[in-house]
C-alpha cells in the first residue's frame, strides 16, 4: 500500500470525516466534511466563507480529520491524517462539483455557490489502521515533504532475549529471530504491555 491508495481509500470508501481544529482559546472543536477529490498533491474539501470552520482554518491553517470504514469493529479499516491546509478559492471548485454531484442538492444555484471555497491539505502525515485483518495491519505514511514519523515502540540493545513480553502482545509482533528483538511496527497494536513487563527496560516509546 502507498500513500496514493490511501488517499484514494479515504475519498471514495469513507469520504465523510469527522475533522478537529482549534477555537481562539486553543480548544478543540469538531465537524464533519467530506473529502472531495486527491492527489499527488494532498486532499482538497470546501466550505462555506461563513462558517466557523473556515475561520478556524484560516486562522491556525492546520487540521486533523479520520474517519472509518467497516459495519463493526472487528471489520473496519479507519484512517487518519493531520496537516498544514491552505485556501485554494473557488478555481478547483468546478472539478469538485462534478465528482460530488450531490452538492448541487445543498448549493442549487450559481449564487448560493458563491459562499463555497476550497482548501487543501498539503503537507502532512497520517496512518491507515485495518482491524479486519489478523494481525491487525498499521501504515504510516507522509506527503508534502513531511518527513517520516518515527513513533511507537522499539526495542533497544538491553534486551536478553528472555520474551516476557511476547507474553502479552495481543498481535504476536514480536520478532525473536535475531537480538535485540524486533517489534513489527506494521501489525503493534501500541498497547505498551511490552514496556510496562520488560524487566530490563529494553523497551522503549517514541513519538506517541
Known sequence: MDTKEVFEYLTRRIHSVVAATADEDGLPVTCVVDIMDADDDGLYFLTAAGKGFYNRLQRGGYLALSGMSGR???????????????QLGSGPLPRLLQKNPYMLQIYPTAQSRRALTVFQ????????FD???RPIER???TFGGEPPPNEGYFITQSCSGCRICASVCPQECIDFSS????ILQQHCLHCGNCMQVCPHGAVVRRGI
Open 72 to 86: 463493526d469493529t472487528l471489520s473496519r479499516t479507519a484512517v487518519s491524517v493531520r496537516g498544514k491546509v491552505r
Open 121 to 128: 491539505m498539503y503537507q502532512g502525515q497520517g496512518e491507515l
Open 139 to 141: 501504515f504510516s505514511f
Open 179 to 182: 537480538l535485540p528483538a524486533r
Open 131 to 133: 482491524l479486519s485483518r
